[in-house]
């Protein structure tokens, strides 16, 4: 049965950093590419992060490139989202993801529970 769990969200003031992480089990984890999503309040789920397999590449979403960054430890089963320089704008459900693809209906793949990320101004 596959599981993802995330942690470390909080509360951080704007400009300020978090880091989250996401522990996987069920599964191959250090076979499978990973991404991560989020979810504002009240808007839909935005894919922010792909990250391969091995850890060597990552692709960004234009909204996070430059403070954001994803890495892994595949020993430990363990994705991780350290992200820097947090705007308000960053504020939401962070989830990580496996299998994630696009679909008519909207984002399909396995993720865990979420943690939640809040961005004081």
């Known amino acids: 049965q596959v599981q993802l769990v995330e942690s470390g969200g909080g509360l951080v003031q704007s400009g300020g950093s978090l880091r989250l992480s996401c522990v996987g089990s069920g599964f191959p984890f250090s076979q499978n590419h990973l991404a991560w999503l989020r979810q504002p309040p009240g808007k839909a789920l935005e894919w922010i992060v792909d990250i391969s397999y091995n850890g060597r590449g990552a692709n960004y979403a234009a909204s996070v490139k430059g403070r954001f960054t994803a890495s892994r430890d595949n020993d430990k089963n363990t994705a991780y989202l350290q992200m820097d320089n947090l705007k308000p704008e960053d504020s939401g459900v962070y989830y990580c993801?496996?299998?994630?693809?696009?679909?008519?209906?909207?984002?399909?793949?396995?993720w865990g529970p979420g943690t939640e990320v809040t961005v004081s101004s």
């Open positions: 993801a496996k299998d994630l693809r696009f679909t008519s209906a909207g984002f399909a793949g396995s």
